[in-house]
């Protein structure tokens, strides 16, 4: 019936987000850790997607009559806040966060690392 349909159409709008979740870790893995134009593009690409989603969430769901499922509004602000949260760890992983105090206060040694790994060829004297 037409309540069923509603229902359905609702659903498979409330799930789109979550379908662009393993599109998004493709490219996390593609693009790697360095910090380049392409990167950033694409980083700020994983943010621009669910904000401009979760601010324009009512007119997605008053395109149907009757839209007021709870349960198909939270799905969809949840997966969009998964996507953010995805962006988030990327721009982590790229070293772009703040996460250490040396970040914020000019006189706080930065991190020292713990440990170095060196590849080439060896040299023999």
Not at 17 to 25: D, E, F, G, S, T
Not at 43 to 65: D, G, N, W
Request: aromatic share 12%.
């Amino acid at each position: 019936s037409k309540q069923w349909y509603q229902r359905r159409v609702r659903g498979d709008i409330a799930l789109v987000p979550l379908k662009q979740v393993p599109m998004n870790l493709f490219l996390m893995w593609m693009i790697g850790n360095t910090i380049s134009i392409f990167p950033i593009i694409m980083t700020v690409m994983m943010f621009k997607s669910p904000i401009a989603s979760l601010f324009s969430y009512k007119t997605t769901f008053q395109k149907l009559e009757g839209g007021h499922s709870i349960l198909q509004k939270g799905v969809y602000v949840l997966s969009n806040f998964v996507l953010i949260g995805m962006a988030l760890y990327k721009c982590s992983a790229m070293g772009l966060l703040p996460t250490h105090p040396s970040d914020w206060i000019a006189f706080e040694l930065p991190r020292s690392r713990v440990e170095w790994a060196v590849g080439g060829p060896i040299l023999m004297s």
